[in-house]
């Protein structure tokens, strides 16, 4: 029974931190669809950053966040100006191209500068977990589970009732129509890739602690993100936390009671049978809503 | 009179030949050698490490006359994946007019560059790759110093019986023994390496488990471990997932014996930093490393230091001694040749030649099978103590005894 409970909590925390890394592509991919597979890569960036701080002048991750945001916030809104915005009315075919090649430029980028090592972050609270009576919870797991319920609060409360949020849902909706109400697109555009990449920074900086960061890793993370944001059902925010916790659950018990080997092939099989059965994921706006914005 | 000697130190520059006609007369005479390395790409790291023990072994080699009263010559290429392998071997041989080819590092770097070489019926040195096909091909021109990745295994096996079980006091059969490798072709074939060596050694392997290297969880692994209780875990990891193993071992208060890695990611200093005192105790068998009893190893000291001298730091890991010990034998077996690499002539010069273990820069002996296997290279069995990796079995190359320190504890 502790065994079965602690696959649970494993998969629990495995779900936040699935939740956590997917955040910043909840907004720009699932609420102003762009679709944007340079994902990992950003949280790649984040993750550089915070442990630069870390090895340069010490600095803890979780104060690190403070700078990390806001530096990814002006990639975030650069890239968006420089690389996005001009292909803007393209395809959403020409956004995959466009932005696929930006994933291989900022990889290859890293590979010249950090060369392939892998590189950690010791502190105290890497390997600190909680214990109680034999369940063992992983303590930078635990912080970075909290920021994930955080951050997905927060901007859940910011699309839906600030005027900003409203104006970003609006854009998604119909960017020629909210032009029309004097929503200033380009801008909102902008500061939802900025944000996105932001948000994205904070992830990075609060997955450092316990994984390792190497120029490669943003592939791996970019496809987690994708699953977990369609599964939940694009621009739904507790549906996104919520697929995240799915993916980390099933992980976690077809890993222990099945084959580790097995834990991906095992999710990305009950992913495909839930888009077959409901395309729009599980907690999705209604049938059709996922092609929204991207036709 | 300072013009005039200027001028004339000026004039025997330009003029081919004037003062220096030795050396062209010499450089016609050089003994050129195939040698292909991974310097670029995602090898590149150990790719330039083992590339400088062989540069080592070449300058060396001609400060002291060179082979058979010629300078050695390399005639490189930079091989960063299987296709440049095989077509920069390609070209080497066909229009670098080489007749002999060294490398690779990477065991698939080196299997490729080896097909494309034997089947011209040249020979192909293997200095670097672990991989047991490079001797099991049935080529008659191949040659490989380092030792094949079964022998890794059947360590580990050793050391249980001869160790590890009477420190428990156990038999060897009544150890419990869990396999987990990353799931790659590297870790999938030191697994059934290991399968075999556990049969033959009578040995309990209680399961075998594969993950994914890239996996951001192995808590499921470690969980596995938990419910097949055993009392040693030998591990086939890369570099994150090692140090991943590591900290969730910790936290779920694995409760094990002893831990064995195999090289790679347990190897690495960076293993070393990001888990601190916690890596105290695991054990590791590896090529032969600087923690080492250099009465064992003879040559190793003056090998530090040239490397310090040619590249400013010490050297980085032991693949570098393996590519230096490798190239040294093939000099040794060209000096006996005379020069000669036609394979009618270097094969038996090749299968007489002898090195017991114990006299060379890493330890290991030279002696070839038929199959071109070196049967007296062996990995040795390294601990992590006090943050360094420590060789500490069999008894020659060890500087310290093993412990027995309860792996992931502190």
């Not at chain 1, 960036?45 to 530096?71: D, E, K, Q, R, T």
């Not at chain 2, 990477?106 to 019926?121: D, F, I, P, Y």
């Not at chain 2, 997932?241 to 071992?249: E, I, K, W």
Request: charged residues 15%.
């Amino acid at each position: 029974m502790i065994d079965f409970i602690q696959v649970a909590v494993s998969g629990i925390l495995l779900g936040g931190v699935y939740a956590l890394l997917s955040v910043g592509l909840t907004l720009i991919f699932g609420v102003v669809r762009i679709i944007n597979f340079a994902h990992g890569e950003l949280l790649m960036i984040g993750m550089y950053l915070s442990y630069l701080l870390f090895a340069s002048i010490g600095l803890n991750p979780y104060l690190s966040v403070f700078l990390v945001a806001p530096a990814l916030f002006a990639i975030g809104v650069i890239v968006q100006r420089l690389v996005i915005q001009p292909i803007q009315e393209a395809s959403a075919m020409m956004k995959v191209f466009v932005t696929c090649g930006l994933f291989i430029v900022l990889q290859n980028l890293a590979l010249m500068i950090f060369r392939g090592d892998y590189r950690t972050i010791q502190m105290d609270i890497s390997m600190a977990a909680l214990n109680f009576s034999g369940i063992s919870v992983s303590l930078p797991r635990l912080l970075a589970f909290a920021a994930a319920v955080l951050i997905f609060g927060g901007l859940y409360l910011l699309l839906k009732y600030t005027f900003i949020g409203k104006a970003l849902r609006a854009v998604a909706e119909s960017r020629p129509m909210a032009q029309l109400m004097g929503i200033r697109v380009q801008r909102v555009n902008m500061l939802a890739f900025g944000l996105g990449a932001a948000l994205t920074g904070i992830a990075g900086a609060f997955l450092l602690p316990f994984t390792s960061v190497y120029p490669t890793i943003g592939s791996i993370y970019t496809l987690v993100a994708f699953v977990v944001v369609v599964l939940g059902g694009l621009g739904n925010m507790v549906g996104a936390f919520l697929g995240g916790l799915c993916i980390g659950l099933i992980e976690s018990f077809s890993g222990t009671y099945i084959s580790p080997a097995l834990k991906e092939a095992t999710y990305f099989v009950i992913f495909i049978l839930i888009l077959l059965v409901r395309p729009q994921g599980l907690f999705g706006m209604g049938k059709g809503t996922e092609e929204v914005g991207l036709k | 009179m300072k013009k005039l000697f200027i001028m004339v130190i000026l004039a025997s520059l330009l003029v081919p030949g004037g003062f220096m006609g030795k050396g062209d007369s010499r450089a016609a005479e050089k003994l050129r050698v195939g040698v292909i390395y991974p310097i670029s790409g995602p090898m590149a790291l150990l790719g330039e490490e083992s590339f400088r023990g062989a540069e080592i072994s070449r300058v060396m080699r001609n400060n002291k006359g060179g082979v058979a009263g010629k300078q050695i010559e390399y005639v490189f290429a930079d091989i960063p994946d299987v296709n440049a392998a095989k077509s920069e071997t390609e070209r080497l041989l066909s229009q670098g007019k080489v007749k002999i080819m060294t490398g690779a590092y990477s065991s698939s770097l080196g299997l490729a560059a080896s097909e494309v070489t034997c089947r011209k019926n040249l020979i192909y040195f293997s200095v670097e790759g672990i991989a047991d096909q490079f001797v099991e091909r049935g080529y008659k021109t191949i040659f490989a110093t380092d030792p094949r990745a079964k022998l890794f295994s059947a360590a580990q096996v050793k050391f249980m019986q001869q160790w590890l079980a009477p420190q428990l006091n156990m038999k060897a059969n009544e150890l419990r023994v869990s396999f987990i490798h990353e799931d790659s072709a590297y870790g999938s074939s030191v697994a059934r390496n290991f399968e075999k060596a556990a049969k033959a050694g009578n040995v309990k392997l209680v399961s075998v488990i594969p993950y994914s290297p890239k996996a951001v969880d192995l808590s499921s692994v470690i969980l596995n471990l938990r419910k097949d209780k055993p009392d040693v875990v030998v591990a086939v990891s890369y570099a994150a997932d090692a140090v991943l193993l590591g900290r969730q071992s910790k936290e779920l208060g694995l409760d094990i014996k002893a831990f064995i890695g195999n090289g790679g990611g347990h190897s690495l200093t960076s293993f070393q930093e990001a888990l601190g005192p916690t890596t105290e105790g695991i054990l590791n068998v590896d090529f032969t490393q600087f923690e080492v009893n250099y009465e064992f190893c003879p040559g190793l000291k003056e090998f530090v230091a040239t490397y310090k001298q040619m590249y400013n730091k010490p050297p980085l890991s032991g693949h570098s001694t393996c590519s230096f010990v490798g190239m040294n034998a093939l000099f040794d077996i060209l000096e006996k040749t005379k020069g000669d690499m036609d394979p009618k002539v270097f094969r038996p010069a090749a299968l007489a030649h002898e090195l017991p273990p114990g006299k060379s820069a890493n330890g290991w002996g030279v002696k070839f099978n038929e199959h071109g296997e070196n049967i007296w290279a062996d990995p040795f069995m390294m601990q992590w103590r006090d943050g360094k990796l420590v060789t500490v079995w069999p008894k020659g190359p060890a500087v310290m005894e093993p412990k027995l320190i309860k792996p992931f504890s502190k």
